[in-house]
């Protein structure tokens, strides 16, 4: 399997994100094409895959970023994780005043933090559950 596996990679090449082939469907990986004409797309375990992955990540870097993260209750860090997945540590990182708010366990004002920027605008009904999760400690009832 390993040999077959290395020989894929060299004749198909190992892409970490999205090109086209030589015929011009989308494709990643080695050879997936996911083009919705033509492709496979993901399976259901891939996606969850990915997405353990991608959950993973956040909270390898919302632990390296912040002290204070690991000492949050369960829902006020699946906020965090939550906001981390949506932003990026980067952006995350912009909110400032929030994050201060959240070190000092003014969660009220993490909130209404969240709650007063473009981000809010832009995502909508997220906003207002993270806000609600990171206010109250309470998963959002939907």
Not at 80 to 103: H, P, Q, S, W, Y
Request: charged letters at 30%; hydrophobic letters at 40%; aromatic letters at 10%.
């Amino acid at each position: 399997m390993q040999r077959l596996l290395e020989t894929l990679k060299r004749h198909e090449g190992v892409r970490y994100y999205v090109y086209r082939d030589h015929l011009g469907y989308e494709t990643i990986g080695v050879g997936r094409c996911i083009n919705r004409a033509v492709g496979l797309g993901l399976s259901p375990d891939e996606v969850e895959y990915l997405l353990i992955n991608d959950v993973q990540r956040c909270i390898e870097e919302l632990d390296g970023a912040f002290d204070w993260f690991k000492d949050l209750d369960e829902v006020r860090r699946e906020a965090m994780i939550n906001l981390c997945f949506n932003l990026g540590l980067t952006k995350l990182r912009k909110f400032v005043n929030a994050l201060e708010a959240m070190k000092q366990r003014n969660y009220n004002k993490a909130a209404a933090e969240f709650l007063n920027s473009k981000w809010a605008n832009q995502v909508g009904e997220r906003s207002r559950e993270v806000a609600h999760m990171i206010k109250t400690g309470e998963a959002y009832a939907s």
